[in-house]
């Protein structure tokens, strides 16, 4: 299994561009999140998925969209990129919600200029 | 709304020394699970330990031992005989337990661990 998986490692992108962050998972977890990671700061949630077609925000939302059309794949979109959005982007996975422990990919460093 | 303070930012000791992560949290769930995340200098978070809120027993594993105590709402995290490789950030994190939690995790700011040689 490669677990979580995300791409691109890193990126640079310019103030206003938009991107794709990827995250793929091959446990069959039906619980999926996305966190972002600010230097000396814990990680916050941007948004979470319960299964495929349900998704929901998390504490810091503003800037980022998601969909989940598959079990699998649990895509983070940037709209017009800010400086504010620089960050390390953390996709995570668990079977079911607040018992299980969530696994994490190994992230994505993202700079935005 | 449920928050998870580390107080110490970073800490610094000679290997072989034992080492205390403090964690308190706040939650008005009666049913939430904590957890302890490692994230080595290569970036990736690992997964050390869960314990639920029901569950007061200490757990020991090897050098790690974690005291949970409700009463003063905290879930301590000690490195005994520290090396190297422990170097790391640590995080505390916590979950509500309630239906409409979904898992969400609430971490901590992370206490930075540098054990020297």
């Known amino acids: 299994n490669a677990g979580v998986t995300q791409t691109p490692k890193f990126r640079i992108l310019k103030i206003g561009q938009s991107m794709t962050l990827q995250c793929a998972q091959d446990?069959?977890?039906?619980?999926m999140y996305w966190y972002r990671q600010d230097p000396g700061m814990g990680l916050k949630l941007i948004y979470y998925?319960?299964?495929?077609?349900?998704?929901d925000k998390g504490e810091v939302p503003n800037g980022y969209n998601v969909s989940r059309s598959t079990t699998e794949d649990f895509p983070l979109r940037l709209e017009l990129a800010a400086p504010s959005q620089t960050s390390v982007y953390f996709c995570?996975?668990?079977?079911?919600?607040?018992?299980?422990?969530?696994?994490f990919g190994p992230g994505t460093r993202l700079t935005v200029l | 709304a449920q928050k998870v303070t580390q107080a110490q930012t970073e800490i610094s000791v000679v290997e072989k020394e034992d080492v205390t992560l403090d964690c308190v949290y706040e939650?008005?769930?009666?049913?939430?699970?904590l957890f302890w995340y490692k994230q080595p200098p290569s970036g990736e978070l690992v997964f050390l330990i869960r314990?639920?809120?029901?569950?007061?027993q200490n757990e020991i594993s090897g050098r790690y031992s974690w005291n949970f105590q409700k009463s003063t709402s905290s879930f301590n995290f000690t490195i005994t005989a520290s090396q190297v490789v422990d170097s790391a950030v640590y995080f505390c994190?916590?979950?509500?337990?309630?239906?409409?939690?979904?898992?969400?995790?609430?971490f901590g700011q992370g206490t930075i661990l540098t054990v020297h040689p």
């Open positions: 995570a996975s668990s079977y079911q919600g607040a018992y299980n422990e969530q696994f």
């Open positions: 446990m069959n977890h039906n619980y």
């Open positions: 998925s319960v299964g495929a077609g349900i998704t």
């Open positions: 939650t008005r769930d009666t049913t939430y699970y």
């Open positions: 314990r639920n809120s029901f569950d007061e």
């Open positions: 994190a916590l979950s509500e337990g309630g239906g409409t939690s979904y898992g969400k995790l609430t």
